[in-house]
């Protein structure tokens, strides 16, 4: 049975860090490239960043230079770090499972329950 669980997300002032986990289970991890998504409250689920089996990662232009995606093979681990954090970025944040094609990140029917990340101004 494929598990993912995110945790790391909490209430953090404007300008603060975050760094969210996700733990993924009943599949092998190294093959994977992870998503981390964030749904705002009336806005679309959208992509923020992804991270193939490679280390080859993309991000949204709208936290580019402030979040940073990661993964631990050893621990079937993946991150995002958060930085300088703002307003906009309260959102639930979603772990996926999916993969590159071409380049580019497709999402699969592999998600985590989210964390909430909100950022006060």
């Known amino acids: 049975q494929v598990q993912l669980v995110e945790s790391g997300g909490g209430l953090v002032q404007t300008g603060g860090s975050l760094r969210l986990s996700c733990v993924v289970s009943?599949?092998?991890?190294?093959?994977?490239?992870i998503g981390w998504y964030r749904q705002a409250p009336g806005k679309q689920r959208e992509l923020v960043a992804a991270?193939?089996?490679?280390?080859?990662?993309n991000y949204a232009d709208s936290v580019k230079g402030r979040f940073t995606i990661s993964r631990d093979n050893a621990k079937n681990t993946a991150y995002l770090q958060m930085n300088s954090l703002k307003p906009e970025d309260t959102a639930v944040y979603y772990c996926?499972?999916?993969?590159?094609?071409?380049?580019?990140?497709?999402?699969?029917?592999?998600w985590g329950k989210g964390t909430l990340v909100t950022v006060s101004s």
């Open positions: 996926n499972v999916g993969r590159y094609i071409g380049g580019t990140y497709y999402a699969m029917d592999y």
């Open positions: 991270i193939s089996t490679g280390g080859m990662t």
């Open positions: 009943g599949m092998t991890f190294t093959y994977k490239s």
